[in-house]
């Protein structure tokens, strides 16, 4: 009897995963995780906004930085979960319906994941079984027009739920505008940093 082989899936992440959640890319278990670069730029563009978007997009782009630092992200960085992750080329499918814009973010999101179901094999983790294995690949977005527009060129779509968060502890739990004391953003200006016991408020609020 032969044993079964292991399919994993590939997720193709959309960049509007990561605004509400900054290291959703350690949430797919032992499967394969895509970010292709307009993904990359589409974060950084956000990251620049004051907003709770624009500060998860600065945690996530952190977040690849550190993983980049572990070796070729390109090529591959093997998670702890026993998943992969990898930055992939961004790409333009000339068989999508002629009336969608092929310039948009979202097109090159699907073209991505169009691409990836053609040619999955190539991130397996055995040249043994390339060509024999077909991962499903998934594109994981908030948004609904992606999933429809997904569904119309048979590609597998799904939201990003709230119980798939990780290292939650690490989640942005809002912001807070503080009095301080007079003299304190002087002495800030002056010293470069100030020790949280020159602000009284920051006692108050909950760890």
């Known amino acids: 009897m032969k044993a079964k082989l292991n399919m994993k899936k590939i997720y193709v ?20 995780v895509y970010i292709s670069e307009s993904t990359i730029d589409k974060l950084y563009e956000k990251s620049t906004q004051l907003n709770n978007s624009g500060r998860n997009a600065n945690e996530a782009c952190r977040a690849f930085e550190e993983l980049r630092k572990l070796g070729n992200i390109f090529a591959g960085i093997h998670l702890p979960s026993g998943g ?7 790409f333009c499918d000339e068989d999508f319906p002629k009336q969608w814009d092929k310039n948009t973010y979202e097109t090159n999101l699907l073209a991505t994941a169009n691409f990836l179901r053609k040619y999955n094999s190539s991130f397996s983790d055995s ?34 739920l709230n119980e ?5 502890k690490n989640q942005f739990t809002g912001r807070k505008r503080l009095t301080v004391p007079v003299g304190v953003v002087d002495k800030f200006y002056q ?10 408020e920051l006692n108050s609020l909950p760890v």
Do not use: W
């Open 13 to 32: 992440v959309d960049a509007n995963v990561f605004l509400q959640s900054p290291y959703a890319m350690f949430a797919f278990e032992d499967n394969y």
């Open 84 to 90: 992969m992750i990898k930055i992939t080329n961004s």
């Open 127 to 160: 040249k043994k079984h390339k060509n024999q294995i077909e991962n499903k690949v998934i594109i994981v977005t908030k948004s609904i027009s992606t999933r429809i527009k997904a569904d119309t060129i048979g590609i597998c779509s799904e939201d990003y």
């Open 164 to 168: 798939q968060v990780v290292n939650i």
């Open 191 to 200: 010293k470069k940093s100030i020790t949280l016991d020159c602000i009284p």
